[in-house]
């Protein structure tokens, strides 16, 4: 059977939310937009027309980045973004410069649905995904009930993988990056339940357990150490879960683009990273032309799972 692409859903309400979406700063000519010629290579980074990096949910390291490239002549513009499907289409329209928010797969399953070639130019971090829960201690002590797990498609098909790794439900021919909930095979000891996000949290006293990002740990009071499970983030099939920086194919060799990203690199930035991962997250350091090839390996499994 036909499997239609879990991410046809977030592509739509990426290209609606761009039609809302605009910045004042980005009311520009197509002859202003960065297009990596002598002419913008010599104005992008100053005062006058700094580097757009989106991100979402801006953590306290930012200013710090901020401030540490401006020590190196760079001026950098964070713009920060409430969704997830906003900042690729933002990148594609030239609205922003660069983002750094998501993982290879998550960049895989928009260029796939977009037809588009957005470039990963170098790796940050893996973030272990953690299994929290308000009524159990231990894993060994769940079974049965709902677990409630992230609804968008890249991070619903990871918690899968992270809930069978700890031995709570099994899924059809062993799992993939691109298993849904009806992979989740009758014999499991639980049942999942797909909800947005950010209400995996509020689902807590509702259900066993709840696959929780760590993006919403710091708001909801828990720790990274209250984890029953996480995944391992050095495994190969943690992969498709580097978190990476990303810019449009033509300006992917930038060098003021490396620049940034060696002064993301500092300890006083990579503090700040540790920090507010709750000390779950694991460097990565990747270059751009290996991030290209396990993003074409994981284009090509995207295209067949949704063939």
């Not at 495994?235 to 990303?246: F, L, M, Q, S, T």
């Not at 507010?276 to 270059?287: F, H, I, K």
């Amino acid at each position: 059977m036909t499997r239609k692409s879990p991410l046809k859903s977030v592509v739509a309400l990426a290209t609606a939310a761009t039609l809302a979406f605009s910045l004042a700063a980005c009311s520009q000519d197509s002859g202003e937009q960065n297009t990596g010629d002598d002419t913008q290579a010599s104005t992008k980074g100053t005062e006058a027309d700094p580097v757009k990096l989106g991100v979402v949910g801006a953590e306290d390291y930012w200013p710090v980045f901020v401030e540490e490239a401006e020590k190196e002549g760079i001026y950098v513009e964070i713009v920060d973004f409430s969704e997830y499907s906003i900042p690729n289409v933002a990148l594609t329209e030239g609205e922003i410069d660069l983002n750094q928010f998501q993982h290879l797969l998550f960049l895989a399953g928009y260029n796939v649905d977009a037809g588009q070639d957005l470039a990963p130019i170098a790796a940050t971090a893996v973030y272990p995904l953690g299994l929290y829960s308000q009524k159990h201690t231990s894993v060994d002590t769940i079974t049965g009930g709902e677990i409630a797990v992230p609804n968008d498609p890249t991070n619903l098909s990871r918690a899968l993988l992270v809930l069978q790794d700890a031995g709570l439900i099994e899924l059809r021919d062993g799992g993939s990056a691109f298993s849904t909930e009806l992979d989740v095979l009758p014999e499991s000891k639980v049942t999942v339940r797909p909800v947005d996000a950010a209400q995996t949290v509020v689902s807590l006293p509702d259900v066993e357990a709840s696959i929780v990002n760590n993006d919403f740990l710091k708001d909801a009071g828990l720790e990274a150490s209250d984890a029953l499970y996480r995944d391992s983030a050095e495994a190969e099939g943690a992969r498709p879960y580097i978190n990476v920086w990303v810019a449009r194919d033509a300006e992917k060799d930038s060098e003021l683009y490396a620049k940034l990203v060696e002064i993301y690199k500092r300890d006083v930035i990579q503090e700040g990273v540790l920090e507010a991962s709750g000390g779950t997250a694991a460097v990565a350091n990747q270059s751009g032309a290996e991030l290209e090839g396990f993003l074409d390996e994981i284009e090509a499994d995207f295209k067949a799972a949704n063939n």
